[in-house]
Nanobody, 120 residues
Framework: VQLQASGGGLVQAGGSLRLSCAASGRTLSSYYVGWFRQAPGKERELVAAISWGGRSTYYADSVKGRFTISRDNTKDTAYLQMNSLTLEDTAVYYC??????????????WGQGTQVTVSS
């Protein structure tokens, strides 16, 4: 499956962005989907993940209550709605798909990343 992340950009602190992850090649409904981010000089971290049917979600503590992950399997697309953005959210965001059964298992396919920059 090929993944294409989009929706990043420059936003002021307190603002919102919605990232999209479009899949092609195979249906996304067969995969757990995760959003990761990597800031300069930091390790990549899992921000949010969603199960195949969307019933189960996972969030890193740093984004709970601000970010919402969702998916539309009819469109083979997953989303990350990011609200109340802070400077610490600045990073390259990647979507990934896993054949595993949980959010912390190995992710097999990765998108190319989309830059999110939050300004003061």
């Amino acid at each position: 499956v090929q993944l294409q992340a989009s929706g990043g950009g420059l936003v002021q602190a307190g603002g919102s962005l919605r990232l999209s992850c479009a899949a092609s090649g195979r249906t996304l409904s067969s995969y757990y989907v995760g959003w990761f981010r990597q800031a300069p000089g930091k390790e990549r971290e899992l921000v949010a993940a969603i199960s195949w049917g969307g019933r189960s979600t996972y969030y890193a503590d740093s984004v709970k209550g601000r970010f919402t992950i969702s998916r539309d399997n009819t469109k083979d697309t997953a989303y990350l709605q990011m609200n109340s953005l802070t400077l610490e959210d600045t990073a390259v965001y990647y979507c990934a798909a896993s054949r595993g059964s949980g959010p912390l298992e190995k992710y097999d396919y990765w998108g190319q990343g989309t830059q999110v920059t939050v300004s003061s």
